[in-house]
């Protein structure tokens, strides 16, 4: 639910278990209590995409049994899965461009008992036209980090689990371009794109590669995005927002012309769907025009990157609580 | 065992198999990621194990995953 600040405060006091996505300068003033947070002005609701400094996007965990709070670094962060309760979920905020949410991309697709306990949540950001800086907040005690990821474990009754799902609107031609990569990195000068080895900022930009498509892997069906996030000609790199992976092959995503007409065909089949919690991704939100459109029955912050077991880009991420 | 050999024929590529299940999905690609960069007797079994912990934790909502998979 989108809410006021008095709004927020009221459910918190009401010692509601809250996930609550909002600009720094609301998250600070809310009662201590059962809530985490995480910053970003950009939502998409129920009535469509949103810039807000004045309201908050909340989601209320229903049935839980138990949670916990905690909150972890790059030393400790795949502690997430030890620290899990053995029937329940956990919802995770890392701030943009912590070293912790840079380990966290390279190293969760590796985690040894990720998939054991369903993580998902999103990667916290700010107000692109300022220097903010990405934050989360462990409301417990209202302390808030920009170095630090939070977790909230939470306990489900023993005849309910949680479902994980993406909804990602690209596609892949099997037969087109495929990219190789020598190792996993966040920042890759040479590949091998056919076989044949290249620069590939080089040949992004002989081929015209429109860059607000990212690459897409195919992990057993599960097309896997990795946007890009800077094209340097004179480094002769290209920067991702999530790592890409020496052992995946790539392709270049199919263009799309309505991110919002294209979400509603992938969501028709997702109508019965009721999330406790969704999120989509910033640059859906900006190359996709999403200010005003709704994308339901999802609704949630704009994210600077979605978690679902790993890190994901330009992809909405849900979860439900269903029965066993 | 029968459906110890269905998993370990997935892990190598042998066979293919698609969930709906994200989870189980990704599950699949790591560990068939896993079992190509050391493709030894030990290392399928310790991918077969992995997978088969994951659905001894979600029996309740993998049973039509794993009826499938002792079709492939």
Redesign the interface.
């Known amino acids: 639910m989108f809410v006021n600040l008095d709004e927020a405060a009221k459910l918190i006091r009401e010692g509601k278990i809250l996930h609550i996505a909002a600009d720094e300068s609301l998250l600070d003033k809310l009662p201590k209590g059962k809530w985490i947070g995480g910053t970003t002005p950009y939502f998409i609701t129920e009535e469509g995409g949103t810039f807000s400094k004045d309201k908050l996007f909340v989601n209320e965990i229903p049935c839980a049994v138990d949670f916990k709070i905690a909150v972890y670094d790059r030393t400790n962060i795949f502690d997430i899965t030890k620290d899990a309760y053995s029937n329940g979920m956990t919802m995770l905020i890392i701030p943009f461009a912590s070293d912790v949410a840079v380990y966290f991309a390279k190293e969760a697709?590796?985690s040894a008992d990720i998939?054991?306990n369903?993580t998902f949540g999103w990667i916290s950001g700010f107000d692109l036209s300022t220097d903010s800086k990405a934050k989360v907040y462990d409301g417990a005690n209202g302390v808030s980090y920009s170095d630090k990821a939070v977790a909230m474990h939470i306990c489900l009754p023993d005849d309910k689990?949680v479902?994980?799902?993406?909804v990602n609107i690209f596609d892949i031609d099997e037969k087109g371009t495929k990219i190789k990569f020598y190792k996993d990195a966040l920042t890759v000068s040479k590949c091998l794109v056919d076989g044949k080895e290249v620069v590939l900022s080089e040949y992004i930009e002989e081929s015209k590669i429109d860059t607000k498509f990212p690459l897409v892997a195919d992990?057993?069906?599960?097309l896997v995005n990795v946007s890009i996030k800077t094209v340097s000609r004179e480094n002769g790199t290209v920067d991702f927002y999530a790592p890409v992976?020496s052992?995946?092959e790539y392709h270049f995503a199919r263009p799309i012309s309505n991110y919002a007409e294209k979400f509603n065909e992938r969501l028709k089949e997702l109508r019965d769907v009721k999330p406790v919690f969704s999120c989509n991704c910033i640059l859906n939100y900006l190359y996709g025009e999403l200010e005003g459109k709704a994308t339901p029955p999802f609704a949630g912050p704009v994210t600077f990157g979605e978690i679902?077991?790993?890190l994901l880009n330009q992809t909405l991420v849900y979860a439900e609580i269903?029965d066993? | 065992m029968e459906l110890d050999s269905k998993l370990e024929a997935l892990i190598k590529k042998q066979a293919k198999?698609?969930?709906k299940?994200?989870?189980?999905?990704?599950?699949?690609?790591?560990l068939?990621?896993q079992y190509?960069?050391n493709q030894s007797p030990e290392q399928l079994s310790r991918c077969v194990q992995e997978m088969k912990?994951?659905f001894e934790?979600?029996a309740?909502?993998m049973k039509n995953d794993i009826e499938e998979l002792k079709k492939i």
């Open positions: 697709p590796y998939f054991m369903p689990t479902s994980l799902g993406i992990y057993n069906s599960v992976f052992e995946n679902a077991y790993q269903i066993k | 198999y698609e969930s299940n994200l989870a189980l999905n990704l599950l699949i690609s790591r068939q990621r190509s960069l912990m994951f934790k979600y309740s909502i």
